[in-house]
């Protein structure tokens, strides 16, 4: 299988597009790109596989100054990208801040979701996080922080949130030179205060009416989205919650082959109804 690197603006080919069906769309987070669902993709089966980039992350960075780049408007740009590119339905599936895109984009358009994966994402009040508040708090003085600074505070952030030393410094080795390509602490600064707890609070009360197939795995040891919130989204959304014992974060680059399955499972859902 395989995919697509995307942008609102310009759409750069990345993957020869394959599968039938509807098109499944990845949305990653923070601090991470597309990249993130580099080790899922090839095991999507029978599916166009796309995994869109948020403006202001990632090669997209620049594409964030001066644009609202909050949880609410990456909803309505997901949506505009997709009207734009003819594609009428599809599977979403996100991580961290691209569960929060997800939810926001099936709240407002529930015709266009054919079905939600869900893994260790932003809901209801969980976010931002301690990390991702101080930054924000922190921004006149990190804006101008040494290079150093922000590869000290990502390295701490993959660490925390990956079950290997190995699998910390391959995401830190992905993700990180985007930062380093453009203004480095300035833009992971504009990411965390452009982060609204309201986006999803605003439509949590709204999950329960969604009737769209949808699955989540959740990294039980997650320090940042805790298990309970996988809970409480499973609950909401009448769907059932894998838990990875043991497992952090970055769910979708310490256990690729399981995210993929499970996003198999969900098409097989989808196809039935």
Known sequence: MNSHTMTVDDIEMRWEE?????????????PTCPA??????????????????????????????DRDISISAQADYLVAWMRSQGITK??????????????????RHPEMVSGIFLTNVISYDSWPVPVIQGVAAAGSI????????????????YSQGHETKEA?????????G?????????????????????????IADQLPNLNIPTRLVWGAADDFQKI??????????????????????????DHPKLIADEINTLIKTVEAN
Do not use: C
């Not at 394959?18 to 098109?23: M, V």
């Not at 569960?99 to 099936?106: D, E, F, I, L, S």
């Open 178 to 202: 985007h930062y380093d390509r453009n203004e480095g602490a300035a833009d992971f600064v504009r990411q965390a205060q452009s982060l609204d707890v309201g986006d999803t609070k605003s």
């Open 18 to 30: 394959t599968g039938t069906g509807d098109p499944v769309i990845l949305v990653h987070g923070i």
């Open 90 to 107: 599809a599977v979403l599936a996100g991580h961290d801040l691209g569960g929060g895109v997800v939810q926001v984009a099936a709240v």
């Open 36 to 65: 993130l669902w580099r080790d899922v993709v090839p095991h999507v089966e029978n599916r166009r596989v796309l995994a869109w980039e948020m403006p202001g992350y990632g090669a997209s960075i620049p594409q964030g100054k």
């Open 228 to 253: 309970e919130y996988g809970e409480r989204l499973a609950k909401d959304l009448k769907a059932p919650l894998y838990r990875i014992e043991g497992g952090k974060h970055f769910t979708p680059e």
């Open 168 to 176: 910390a410094q391959a995401a830190f080795d992905t993700h990180s």
């Open 142 to 157: 990190l804006k101008y922080a040494p290079d150093g600074s922000l590869h000290r505070l990502l390295k701490m952030i």
